[in-house]
């Protein structure tokens, strides 16, 4: 607790840096007012002096109420007029933080820490925005869409019908279907499930903070309104991290097999048997494959698939799968204008009719 003697200057005459102890100007001579500014210079020595530290202990000045000496708290009569203390005031006390300690004399205020203005921001360049607009640009120009000149070279078409037999087959489920015949049963795993089996005994660190103690620090200063300040002293708790191994009892579950009864059965089923196919170019009219239907026979699912095959002006080849309707709207050797994209990937639009009319 640290005390140390500060300063103050005389509003009167304006004498800078008398002594704190001193309660009469050295320039003009007048007491040291009541509500004096004391104020504490960085390099102020502590005091170690016997008789200034109990003069500073002895508590705030006072100021006489008839003549306005300055008077120390232990005398009982005004040194100027030596009226007895009665009702005069006595000096004001401060406590400051660590940052408001007043360092330097006059009537401003400590100066807090103002924010130092900020440079004015720079715009951000325009470089960056348009160099990637014009990438984008350029991958829309390369994957966006291109028409081209072409003739119908060739069409093709293949239609497919399914013949499906109603046979009799084995099967197995875990309850027998309608019109099954059952053949045989026997166990057999449906499922699985977790059971706990037991626990193991596993260890691991843990950490914790543990309050260790105090740690007594300056965290200001308090004007004893005599001339001199003394150091405030806060506290605050100090931690330390301690790691220990503490055992845990971790699960351990096995795989059980859930067991049920399966079926094995005969039943009759609709299954493919043979596809006919039909095939042919622009010379045919596609048809569908005749098929011969046995007795235990019927058809089944029916498969059609047009292709345009194109020639463009550049003597390069395309081919486009289409509708029914747009295969047979089309014939071999007419001029269409094409629309794709510029890599030759994907679907090939036919635009039409085409732009010239031709
Ligand atoms: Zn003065
Ligand atoms: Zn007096």
Not at 44 to 68: F, I, K, N, Q
Not at 108 to 136: D, N, S, T
Not at 182 to 191: G, K
Request: hydrophobic letters at 25%.
């Amino acid at each position: 607790m640290a005390i140390r003697e500060g300063r103050w200057d005389c509003p009167t005459c304006g004498t800078q840096g008398l002594l704190g102890r001193q309660v009469r100007c050295d320039g003009c001579g007048n007491p040291r007012p009541e509500g004096v500014r004391f104020y504490l210079p960085e390099d102020a020595p502590e005091v170690t002096d016997a008789a200034r530290l109990s003069e500073a202990s002895a508590g705030a000045d006072w100021v006489c109420e008839h003549c306005g000496a300055s008077a120390r708290a232990g005398q009982t009569h005004c040194p100027g007029c030596g009226a007895v203390r009665g009702s005069s005031p006595g000096q004001q006390t401060h406590e400051y933080g660590m940052d408001e300690v007043p360092r330097s004399g006059g009537r401003q205020q400590p100066v807090r820490a103002l924010g130092a203005a900020a440079p004015p921001r720079k715009r951000r360049g325009w470089k960056g925005p348009a160099a990637l607009v014009a990438l984008v640009g350029g991958l829309v120009w390369w994957n966006g869409p291109k028409e081209v000149t072409a003739t119908i070279a060739a069409k093709e078409w293949s239609r497919a019908v399914e013949v499906q037999e109603y046979r009799t087959v084995k099967e197995e489920d875990w309850s027998v279907p309608q019109g099954g015949r059952q053949t045989n049963s026997f166990r057999a795993v449906r499922d699985y499930r977790q059971v706990l089996d037991h626990y193991e005994t596993r260890s691991r660190q843990v950490s914790e903070r543990v309050q260790t103690g105090t740690r007594t620090y300056t965290c200001g200063q308090e004007d004893m309104g005599n001339g001199y300040f003394r150091d405030k002293t806060c506290t605050e708790p100090e931690y330390e991290t301690r790691y220990h191994t503490e055992t845990y009892q971790d699960p351990v579950y096995r795989r059980e097999p859930i067991y049920d009864t399966k079926f094995a059965y005969e039943i009759e089923r609709w299954l493919p048997d043979d596809t006919s196919w039909a095939r042919g170019d622009a010379s045919r009219q596609p048809a569908w494959p005749t098929v011969q239907i046995d007795r235990n026979e019927r058809e089944g699912a029916r498969i059609e698939r047009y292709v345009l095959r194109f020639t463009d002006e550049d003597g390069k080849t395309h081919e486009q799968e289409v509708s029914a309707e747009q295969f047979a709207r089309y014939r071999q050797g007419q001029p269409v204008t094409l629309r794709m994209k510029r890599s030759g990937s994907g679907k090939i639009e036919i635009v039409e009719p085409e732009k010239d009319g031709s």
